[in-house]
């Protein structure tokens, strides 16, 4: 079991960039697919990018590709979102999330098993 929590979220311009981090606390995060998805006001969530448990494997949204980069140090319990050539419409509420098992499904919400609360992510044009 992990319980994740986030931080780095902020205010940027369009064309910057954040870094994301999520600390998750647990003895199975080496064993635990995590990623981000966001969530703007007024919308659905929607997956971002994920990443697998030894981090060998990544996936992207395809409105993100190109530009956020995902990665993990499971020796610090931590998984990280850097984002590049932030656009307007990626502003949103990011969240963490872990997944047991393995990463298959990960870009299903409800294939989720547990979730940070969220940091604010938004980008002025």
């Known amino acids: 079991q992990v319980q994740p929590v986030e931080s780095g979220g902020g205010t940027v311009q369009a064309g910057g960039s954040l870094r994301l981090s999520c600390t998750a606390s647990?003895?199975?995060?080496?064993?635990?697919?995590m990623g981000w998805f966001r969530q703007a006001a007024g919308k659905e969530r929607e997956f971002v990018a994920t990443?697998?448990?030894?981090?060998?494997?990544?996936y992207y949204a395809d409105s993100v590709k190109g530009r956020f980069a995902i990665s993990r140090d499971n020796a610090k319990n931590t998984v990280y979102l850097q984002m590049n050539s932030l656009k307007p419409e990626d502003t949103a509420e990011y969240y963490c999330?872990?997944?047991?098992?393995?990463?298959?499904?990960?870009?299903?919400?409800?294939?989720?098993?547990?979730w940070g609360q969220g940091t604010q992510v938004t980008v002025s044009s």
């Open positions: 999330a872990a997944k047991d098992d393995s990463i298959t499904g990960f870009y299903r919400a409800w294939n989720i098993d547990y």
């Open positions: 647990g003895r199975t995060f080496s064993r635990t697919a």
């Open positions: 990443i697998s448990e030894s981090g060998a494997s990544t």
